[in-house]
C-alpha cells in the first residue's frame, strides 16, 4: 500500500504561484499512475490533472489548462503541481492520488484512484 503525503499550498494572491509535492512511500511511484483533484467548500471533489506512470503523459481540466504543469520525478518517489496564474476560484483543498498502473493512460476519475493523501489547503485571495 503506498502513503501519500501533499505539501506547498498556502495563501498567495491572485496572479501568483504555487507548487505542491505529492511525496510517496510504501511502493515505488514509477509503477503508479498519478493524479490531482480539489475539492472546495459545499462542491464535489473535482479532476485537476494526471499524468501517467513515466510521465509521458498528462492531461488537464479546462479549467487549469496553460496554468497548471503537473510532472514527477520517480528517483524521489514525488508528484508535483505547478499552479501558476491564480484565481480565487482555485481556492480549495488539493488531493493527489495514486493508482497502479504502467500505461500510457491517464486517469480522470474519483473512482479510478486508489490511494489519495490527505490534502493541502489552497488560499487564493482576489
Known amino acids: 500500500q503506498v502513503q501519500l503525503i501533499e505539501s506547498g499550498g498556502g495563501l498567495v494572491q491572485a496572479g501568483g504561484s504555487l507548487r505542491l509535492s505529492c511525496a510517496a512511500s510504501?511502493?515505488?511511484?514509477?509503477?503508479?499512475?498519478m493524479g490531482w483533484f480539489r475539492q472546495a467548500p459545499g462542491k464535489e471533489r473535482e479532476f485537476v490533472a494526471a499524468?501517467?506512470?513515466?510521465?509521458?503523459?498528462?492531461y488537464y481540466a479546462d479549467s487549469v489548462k496553460g496554468r497548471f504543469t503537473i510532472s514527477r520525478d520517480n528517483a524521489k518517489n514525488t508528484g508535483y503541481l505547478q499552479m501558476n496564474s491564480l484565481k480565487p476560484e482555485d481556492t480549495a483543498v488539493y488531493y493527489c492520488?495514486?493508482?497502479?498502473?504502467?500505461?500510457?493512460?491517464?486517469?480522470?476519475?474519483?473512482?479510478?484512484?486508489?490511494?489519495w493523501g490527505q490534502g493541502t489547503q489552497v488560499t487564493v485571495s482576489s
Open positions: 492520488a495514486a493508482k497502479p498502473s504502467t500505461f500510457a493512460t491517464v486517469y480522470t476519475g474519483v473512482y479510478d484512484y486508489n490511494y
Open positions: 510504501g511502493h515505488t511511484l514509477s509503477n503508479y499512475a
Open positions: 499524468v501517467n506512470w513515466s510521465g509521458g503523459s498528462t
